[in-house]
């Protein structure tokens, strides 16, 4: 009844990502074709998602760390930028700082992203309720002794995680070659390391409203269209090849 | 209590499909209810004309990453143990955490809405026992259900076709027509047939034309984990916006029910104290409490204040579905992404044959039962990206998409056979943010369950094989063997199909409630959700909890609905 492939995927994801990462290469659509467009409807660039957005939490120089860490992590290549390149550390910044907005951006609205027809409405971001706020508070400020976050002891708030990562790959990671950047990022504590994967993953193919995958280059370089919504497929789309 | 103190008929505790049903029903009989929820409302709008709020839309970092739906691990942690033996717990977070949203269990849910079978209720008498587990017989048959099963499915919008074999008999037909197949059902169901299984298209909740003024499903794609922007899935929404139009119903989100008050005889519900989103404290007084928290909620309600419990069976007998996860990846791309999540499905290896026989006679196992197994596509791009793992790989196995364009995903809903020491109870020490002991779940499967996978799994893969696969593996869901050391996060049951924790029964010193959902100890206090399952079926159960609530709900206002017989 849900999404299970999710559950198959995390239940084994060692097995099935060296399956999968084996098969790599009997793509159905081999490096060297042109991209692919979008399918569904009229895909345009998302001009929200443009790269001068104001900095909220992250200094010029933690902003350009972070930026040369996801390029790493997810790269670049013939078929787009890397997470990096495509707005990651836009992404992080407004996770980091979404509590300068009201409501906080947290949630995007809906229902439709305007890309595929309909009114866009991510824009209107969504307000939290007493409780949520003080869970994203907590994830991203930390319990910092507050007694009324403090119900399960101490935590350590993204922000505080981030600041510390910055230290251990070196102000001057951005201008480091890529190998020595691989170490640093390599001697980063797992938790640390999967805490910055996760958030290139959600940049680089998350809806561009916050704040990664630039004009929706993450998902053009894997052909997939995101919100679909008010077109949907047709149902002849849906069962034929 | 005199009836000027009282503020409505029925207070319902939760607005998941069990609460959204009972308040229909109620109201519809001209009871007035509060519906109480803990969660936040982003459903349907609480004033006239009651329509959509909005708020869902097709995202994966909302709904998927960052707890839109609730309830959020930080505020409302879970924790979970196999056995004692693992100490207080093994793991505190994320453990079955249906929504806690206005619409429950119904908002995320891909709406795979079939029903029972005859058997399901008389698996004792039918099967006979089986050792170190607690079967039972349901103190109902399905022909008592059968008149709720079917108001339940004209009430939500059920769409099928009766061509499953194996199905129970049916009052009258399907209220729509199915939808359109998935590209990789039209692969799997066509494979399952070549090998002598009976596939069909699966019942859903999601309308494949415009019902009850709702539209038809526009095949998206986002459909477990997201709720319907459009409303094409009518589970609950389409059950609240009747309660409020009956204008005898109100609900009430971000309120979270502490307490239920009690005379001084202890046996008899007075009402409830909750504290709205402020955190101040109110209480609300009705002729009935009822209930519907889910599975996991109810039994932790009722701990917290020891009631209704002088049987010892309040969270006992704990049950998921004990999921098999065999997934095959094609040489091309199969685009689950399209389409309903899941519109296939095979109910072979519940009814079983001769090698499933022998395979439980070779176990020591007097019979095995298994589950539905769901044909359906696999999820978006974050979670794919996250199995993949950075590195100069990255962006050619995006493309190449095994585990997602590629993929095609069986899951078995196998039978969990209840066990007494499988249960939620309080946690010793890990707490909510309003300072309540969290729930802890303690549960490891019975060894019926896990020789039906080993059997089901062979099968699965042949199957998914046949349809043109490359390559097939399978998992199960809690994780075995060399799997259990995975994340901790993958460690608990995956399934949100919880049951059994305030089982219903005949007699009082065995069960929670009686047949009707009464609790034996409290006469005005009802169960409605899956907390009263007597056995987990093979089968989704958001229906049954429906049908179960919808009939307690009938005969609490006096209004049992006639016997039905088939229609053809």
Same mark, same amino acid.
């Given at each position: 009844?849900?999404?299970?492939?999710?559950?198959?995927?995390?239940?084994?994801?060692?097995?099935?990502?060296?399956?999968?990462?084996?098969?790599?290469?009997?793509?159905?659509?081999?490096?060297?074709?042109?991209?692919?467009?979008?399918?569904?409807?009229?895909?345009?660039?998302?001009?929200?998602?443009?790269?001068?957005?104001?900095?909220?939490?992250?200094?010029?120089?933690?902003?350009?760390?972070?930026?040369?860490?996801?390029?790493?992590?997810?790269?670049?290549?013939?078929?787009?930028?890397?997470?990096?390149?495509?707005?990651?550390?836009?992404?992080?910044?407004?996770?980091?700082?979404?509590?300068?907005?009201?409501?906080?951006?947290?949630?995007?609205?809906?229902?439709?992203?305007?890309?595929?027809?309909?009114?866009?409405?991510?824009?209107?971001?969504?307000?939290?309720?007493?409780?949520?706020?003080?869970?994203?508070?907590?994830?991203?400020? #930390?319990?910092?002794?507050?007694?009324?976050?403090?119900?399960?002891?101490?935590?350590?708030?993204?922000?505080?995680?981030?600041?510390?990562?910055?230290?251990?790959?070196?102000?001057?990671?951005?201008?480091?070659?890529?190998?020595?950047?691989?170490?640093?990022?390599?001697?980063?504590?797992?938790?640390?390391?999967?805490?910055?994967?996760?958030?290139?993953?959600?940049?680089?193919?998350?809806?561009?409203?916050?704040? #990664?995958?630039?004009?929706?280059?993450?998902?053009?370089?894997?052909?997939?269209?995101?919100?679909?919504?008010?077109?949907?497929?047709?149902?002849?789309?849906?069962?034929?090849? | 209590?005199?009836?000027?103190?009282?503020?409505?008929?029925?207070?319902?505790?939760?607005?998941?499909?069990?609460?959204?049903?009972?308040?229909?029903?109620?109201?519809?009989?001209?009871?007035?209810?509060?519906?109480?929820?803990?969660?936040?409302?982003?459903?349907?709008?609480?004033?006239?004309?009651?329509?959509?709020?909005?708020?869902?839309?097709?995202?994966?970092?909302?709904?998927?990453?960052?707890?839109?739906?609730?309830?959020?691990?930080?505020?409302?942690?879970?924790?979970?143990?196999?056995?004692?033996?693992?100490?207080?717990?093994?793991?505190?977070?994320?453990?079955?955490?249906?929504?806690?949203?206005?619409?429950?269990?119904?908002?995320?849910?891909?709406?795979?809405?079939?029903?029972?079978?005859?058997?399901?209720?008389?698996?004792?008498?039918?099967? &006979?026992?089986?050792?170190?587990?607690?079967?039972?017989?349901?103190?109902?048959?399905?022909?008592?259900?059968?008149?709720?099963?079917?108001?339940?499915?004209?009430?939500?919008?059920?769409?099928?076709?009766?061509? +499953?074999?194996?199905?129970?008999?049916?009052?009258?037909?399907?209220?729509?027509?199915? *939808?359109?197949?998935?590209? &990789?059902?039209?692969?799997?169901?066509?494979?399952?047939?070549?090998? *002598?299984?009976?596939?069909?298209?699966?019942?859903?909740?999601?309308?494949?034309?415009?019902?009850?003024?709702?539209?038809?499903?526009?095949?998206?794609?986002?459909?477990?984990?997201?709720?319907?922007?459009?409303?094409?899935? %009518?589970?609950?929404?389409?059950?609240?916006?009747?309660?409020?139009?009956?204008?005898?119903?109100?609900?009430?989100?971000?309120?979270?029910?502490?307490?239920?008050?009690?005379?001084?005889?202890?046996?008899?519900?007075?009402?409830?104290?909750?504290?709205?989103?402020?955190? +101040?404290?109110?209480?609300?007084?009705?002729?009935?409490?009822?209930?519907?928290? %889910?599975?996991?909620?109810?039994?932790?309600?009722?701990?917290?204040? +020891?009631?209704?419990?002088?049987?010892?069976?309040?969270?006992?007998?704990?049950?998921?579905?004990?999921?098999?996860?065999?997934?095959?990846?094609?040489?091309?791309?199969?685009? %689950?992404?399209?389409?309903?999540?899941?519109?296939?499905?095979?109910?072979?290896?519940?009814?079983?044959?001769?090698?499933?026989?022998?395979?439980?006679?070779?176990?020591?196992?007097?019979?095995?039962?298994?589950?539905?197994?769901?044909?359906?596509?696999? *999820?978006?791009?974050?979670?794919?990206?996250?199995?993949?793992?950075?590195?100069?790989?990255?962006?050619?196995?995006?493309?190449?998409?095994?585990?997602?364009?590629?993929?095609?995903?069986?899951?078995?809903?196998?039978?969990?056979?209840?066990?007494?020491?499988?249960?939620?109870?309080?946690?010793?020490?890990?707490?909510?943010?309003?300072?309540?002991?969290?729930?802890?779940?303690?549960?490891?499967?019975?060894?019926?369950?896990?020789?039906?996978?080993?059997?089901?799994?062979?099968?699965?893969?042949?199957?998914?094989?046949?349809?043109?696969?490359?390559?097939?593996?399978?998992?199960?869901?809690?994780?075995?063997?060399?799997?259990?050391?995975?994340?901790?996060?993958?460690?608990?049951?995956?399934?949100?199909?919880?049951?059994?924790?305030?089982?219903?029964?005949?007699?009082?010193?065995?069960?929670?409630?009686?047949?009707?959902?009464?609790?034996?100890?409290?006469? +005005?206090?009802?169960?409605?959700?899956?907390?009263?399952?007597?056995?987990?079926?093979?089968?989704?159960?958001?229906?049954?909890?429906?049908?179960?609530?919808?009939?307690?709900?009938?005969?609490?206002?006096?209004?049992?609905?006639?016997?039905?017989?088939?229609?053809?």
């Amino acid at each position: 009844v849900l999404r299970t492939s999710g559950f198959a995927i995390r239940l084994s994801s060692f097995e099935l990502r060296s399956l999968a990462v084996r098969s790599v290469g009997k793509a159905a659509q081999p490096p060297g074709e042109a991209a692919p467009e979008m399918t569904a409807g009229s895909a345009k660039p998302d001009p929200r998602s443009g790269s001068n957005r104001a900095q909220l939490w992250l200094t010029d120089g933690e902003h350009q760390t972070l930026r040369a860490v996801m390029d790493r992590l997810i790269p670049g290549d013939e078929w787009g930028p890397g997470a990096g390149g495509a707005g990651g550390a836009d992404y992080v910044d407004l996770l980091l700082g979404a509590f300068s907005f009201q409501p906080p951006r947290i949630w995007a609205g809906g229902p439709f992203s305007g890309r595929h027809g309909g009114e866009p409405g991510f824009d209107r971001w969504l307000d939290l309720g007493p409780v949520e706020e003080l869970a994203w508070r907590i994830r991203i400020e #930390g319990t910092q002794g507050d007694p009324a976050r403090t119900f399960n002891g101490e935590v350590t708030g993204w922000q505080e995680r981030y600041r510390a990562v910055f230290a251990a790959l070196g102000a001057d990671l951005a201008d480091q070659p890529a190998d020595i950047q691989d170490d640093r990022i390599a001697g980063l504590a797992d938790e640390d390391r999967i805490l910055v994967y996760t958030h290139a993953c959600e940049a680089h193919y998350g809806d561009p409203t916050y704040g #990664g995958n630039r004009e929706g280059a993450g998902w053009r370089a894997i052909s997939f269209d995101g919100d679909v919504l008010p077109r949907g497929w047709t149902d002849e789309e849906v069962s034929g090849p | 209590v005199n009836a000027d103190d009282l503020d409505c008929d029925a207070i319902v505790i939760g607005s998941g499909p069990a609460g959204a049903t009972v308040a229909d029903v109620l109201t519809a009989a001209g009871w007035s209810v509060i519906v109480l929820e803990k969660g936040r409302n982003h459903l349907l709008d609480l004033e006239p004309p009651y329509g959509p709020l909005g708020h869902f839309s097709n995202d994966e970092v909302k709904c998927v990453q960052r707890h839109f739906l609730g309830p959020d691990p930080i505020t409302e942690p879970r924790t979970y143990r196999r056995t004692v033996d693992d100490g207080d717990r093994l793991m505190t977070g994320h453990v079955n955490a249906l929504p806690t949203t206005v619409g429950g269990g119904g908002v995320h849910a891909d709406a795979k809405l079939p029903r029972f079978r005859e058997e399901d209720f008389l698996l004792r008498a039918a099967l &006979g026992p089986v050792d170190g587990a607690d079967v039972v017989d349901w103190p109902l048959t399905y022909a008592e259900l059968e008149p709720y099963y079917a108001e339940a499915e004209k009430a939500v919008g059920v769409a099928g076709e009766e061509t +499953n074999p194996f199905a129970a008999w049916r009052s009258g037909p399907f209220p729509m027509p199915p *939808g359109a197949d998935m590209y &990789g059902a039209t692969l799997s169901m066509a494979a399952a047939e070549n090998l *002598g299984l009976h596939p069909y298209r699966a019942p859903s909740g999601v309308n494949s034309v415009e019902y009850d003024g709702r539209p038809a499903c526009v095949n998206c794609g986002f459909c477990g984990w997201y709720g319907c922007p459009i409303e094409a899935k %009518g589970d609950p929404v389409a059950l609240l916006r009747r309660v409020l139009r009956t204008g005898r119903g109100e609900i009430r989100p971000e309120s979270h029910v502490v307490e239920i008050t009690l005379d001084r005889s202890g046996r008899y519900a007075t009402g409830v104290r909750y504290l709205d989103r402020d955190r +101040n404290e109110h209480e609300v007084r009705a002729t009935h409490v009822v209930l519907a928290a %889910g599975a996991f909620e109810t039994p932790r309600l009722l701990l917290r204040q +020891n009631l209704a419990n002088s049987s010892d069976q309040v969270g006992r007998n704990l049950m998921y579905h004990f999921q098999t996860l065999t997934v095959g990846a094609f040489p091309f791309r199969v685009h %689950g992404i399209r389409g309903r999540s899941v519109t296939g499905a095979h109910d072979d290896h519940i009814v079983g044959d001769e090698a499933q026989r022998k395979a439980a006679v070779a176990a020591g196992l007097p019979w095995i039962r298994g589950g539905l197994v769901e044909h359906g596509g696999a *999820g978006q791009p974050v979670q794919e990206a996250l199995v993949y793992g950075p590195g100069a790989h990255h962006g050619a196995a995006m493309r190449d998409s095994s585990l997602r364009e590629r993929l095609w995903v069986f899951t078995m809903q196998g039978e969990d056979l209840a066990q007494p020491s499988n249960r939620i109870d309080l946690d010793p020490a890990v707490r909510d943010a309003w300072g309540y002991p969290a729930g802890r779940v303690t549960y490891e499967p019975h060894p019926h369950e896990l020789v039906m996978s080993d059997h089901a799994a062979p099968i699965l893969e042949s199957v998914l094989r046949e349809a043109g696969a490359e390559w097939t593996i399978t998992s199960t869901s809690p994780p075995r063997g060399a799997d259990i050391d995975l994340t901790p996060l993958g460690m608990a049951p995956a399934s949100y199909h919880i049951m059994g924790t305030c089982r219903m029964g005949a007699d009082a010193a065995t069960s929670v409630v009686d047949p009707t959902g009464r609790t034996w100890d409290v006469e +005005n206090l009802l169960v409605a959700d899956s907390s009263v399952f007597a056995t987990s079926a093979g089968y989704n159960p958001t229906l049954t909890i429906m049908a179960l609530a919808a009939r307690a709900a009938h005969l609490l206002a006096g209004e049992p609905l006639p016997p039905t017989t088939a229609y053809r």
